[in-house]
């Protein structure tokens, strides 16, 4: 798991929101596209999809519902062509995640994301403490929730949840990223 790309994704998405860009691509990794599916579901982005070095076509913007499903997988056979070319050795290097921002009252829903972890630091937490995180209380080296429509980012064994949600699984992990919304 490769935290200086999660770092350069998280500022792309800051930067690209603030200059009101409505499409904009990271690299394609697994923990990458799982991130993003979690932002997708907190209503953060509109749309993301796996794509090759040029934009897909805005009709090929749909959600997709896995991060190991391809394309075909992900909808039902009702969509006439499937956009997404499979992986192969020759062109898996120039694999992107397309991601649709979005935006309300001409302002950024995603106004703020950065990294809780660092490469040279690691911060994992119980349960308890993220409980204690989603109060706003402090946490050793990491502030507590306190702004409005404010989320955070567990790796855990079971995938990448929000802080929410592994507090009703009761599980820990390693706190990834924090995303401050309107």
């Not at 070095?53 to 896995?66: A, E």
């Not at 993220?130 to 702004?147: E, P």
Request: with cysteine; proline share 6%.
């Amino acid at each position: 798991m490769s935290l200086v790309l999660l770092s350069h994704a998280c500022s792309h998405l800051q930067n690209a929101s603030m200059a009101r860009l409505g499409l904009t691509s990271i690299p394609s990794t697994n923990q990458l596209h799982t991130l993003m599916l979690c932002l997708q579901r907190q209503g953060f982005i509109s749309a993301v999809a796996i794509g090759g070095p040029d934009p897909p076509p805005p009709d090929s913007l749909y959600p997709t519902l896995h991060p190991f499903s391809s394309s075909s997988e992900s909808f039902s056979s009702s969509k006439n062509s499937n956009t997404t070319p499979a992986i192969t050795q020759s062109n898996v290097a120039s694999r992107r995640l397309w991601v649709g921002l979005k935006y309300w009252n001409n302002e950024p829903v995603l106004k703020k994301m950065g990294m809780v972890s660092k490469p040279t630091r690691r911060i994992w937490m119980g349960y308890k403490d993220l409980d204690a995180l989603s109060k706003g209380q402090r946490s050793g080296y990491v502030k507590g929730l306190r702004a409005l429509g404010e989320s955070m980012f567990v790796t855990t064994d079971r995938g990448i949840m929000e802080l929410r949600e592994c507090i009703e699984k009761k599980t820990g992990g390693m706190i990834l990223c924090r995303v401050n919304g309107l």
